[in-house]
């Protein structure tokens, strides 16, 4: 059963949105991931976010360009926790939606992501379900491992290389 439900306002927010779903996956965390438009379809955002705990889900990431609603809107209907993505728009470069997720407000709480950050969304979402879960919990410590790693790859290759060379061939 699919713990994360992950819901965006348009089908052109998936590419961003994809990172989360990456990054569930790589946690072995089920999701579902659709489109909820909050201005498009409200009635289905309205169902999908009545309907969310009764389903089995923990958590919603939520992204959106532009007025950016979707995720104040679900959290508006939701007992779960909330997690806005904004989504980089063509006309203010994503700060119209950061500005719409982020400034909710008292008594309807969204935890607000940077401008694209649905990878950062997803890893939050799975430090939620790790409030209740050690499986979890050993699996994200095994992702901070293999970041600190790749880190110290780059750190000895640019060390021993070069700045110049490690920017020729790492490009």
């Known amino acids: 059963m699919a713990e994360v439900l992950i819901i965006m306002g348009s089908d052109s927010d ?94 309807i709480p969204v935890a607000t992501m940077a401008i694209n950050g649905a990878k950062n969304a997803g890893l939050f979402a799975a430090k939620i379900l790790a409030t209740s879960n050690s499986d979890i919990i050993v699996r994200l410590a095994k992702y901070t491992e293999t970041m600190e790693k790749q880190v110290l790859e780059k750190a000895a290759k640019l060390e021993q290389n070069g700045f110049k060379d490690y920017l020729e061939n790492s490009i």
């Open 14 to 107: 998936l590419p961003e949105m994809a990172e989360a779903a990456k990054v569930l996956e790589s946690l072995s965390i089920d999701f579902d991931l659709t489109v909820v438009s909050a201005h498009r379809t409200p009635d289905r955002m309205y169902t999908y976010a009545k309907e969310a705990h009764s389903k089995g889900y923990k958590c919603i990431i939520a992204g959106a360009g532009g007025a950016a609603h979707l995720p104040g809107m679900v959290a508006s209907i939701t007992s779960l926790p909330v997690i806005g993505v904004p989504i980089k728009s063509s006309n203010m470069s994503g700060l119209d939606s950061l500005y719409s997720i982020v400034q909710m407000p008292p008594g």
